[in-house]
């Protein structure tokens, strides 16, 4: 039931940009991602919920492509503090009690 | 802010052992969830409920059980602590059915099983 993520890890220098991408097997409803830095709880970061929707958090944004069942996470700019493990958590149209499943992660690092 | 509340943060147990993981949210959510974490392998789903005495299995529900018998705490129990139970396990929670409300995470729990 896990997504797909790809890549499994980054190495940037600071300013320069990333794209993580996570994919599904199952028609979806919605997207999340998360950062988890390390010895720390996953943060939220954003929710997609329509097709084609794109969200910002700071120079990091997202889009949601329904009918791929993909979503793609940009991080433009990249700063230090962007360094961490990267989780998508699409959630399936047929999950309608709310249940979620996480990939495998994206580990970014950003040196200076 | 929610608050999501993971009794220990690490806990050392011996093989064979019975193992209650305890996680309790202040915010009245109908969703409870158990992810596991192990390097490489991302978050993968042990538990989900949905109510209080509600579950329904995750990817990796051998070897464990749940109890949700209110509705602001959800129990991971290991019926025979094993070796390859050692992980971080994190315990999350958010208001119910498919909205787009996030996930808010405990702290997480250290298990090692020797």
């Known amino acids: 039931q896990q997504p797909v993520q790809s890549p499994q890890a980054v190495i940037l220098r600071e300013g320069e940009d990333a794209v993580i991408n996570c994919s599904s097997s199952?028609?979806?409803?919605?997207v999340h991602w998360y950062r988890q830095k390390h010895g720390e709880a996953p943060v939220f970061l954003m929710i997609?919920?329509?097709?084609?929707e794109q969200k910002g958090h700071d120079k990091i944004s997202a889009s949601f492509n329904e009918k791929k069942q993909q979503s793609s996470l940009y991080l433009t700019a990249s700063q230090l503090s962007y360094s961490g493990t990267y989780f998508c958590g699409p959630q399936d149209r047929g999950s309608t009690l709310g249940r979620l499943y996480f990939g495998r992660g994206t580990q970014l690092t950003v040196w200076p | 802010d929610v608050k999501v509340t993971q009794s220990s943060r690490y806990l050392v147990k011996r093989t064979g052992e019975k193992v209650f993981l305890e996680c309790v949210q202040d915010m009245d959510h109908e969703n409870m969830f158990w992810y596991r974490q192990d390097p490489g392998l991302g978050l993968r789903l042990i538990y989900f409920?949905?109510?209080?005495?509600?579950?329904e299995k995750g990817d990796i529900p051998e070897g464990y059980s749940v109890s949700r018998e209110k509705k602001e705490r959800f129990s991971l129990i290991l019926e025979s602590a094993s070796t390859n139970q050692t992980s971080m396990y994190l315990c999350a929670s958010r208001p119910g059915g498919p909205n787009n409300s996030p996930l808010h995470f405990g702290n997480g729990t250290r298990l090692t099983v020797t």
């Open positions: 409920s949905y109510d209080v005495k509600m579950k």
């Open positions: 199952k028609a979806l409803y919605s």
């Open positions: 997609l919920l329509k097709g084609g």
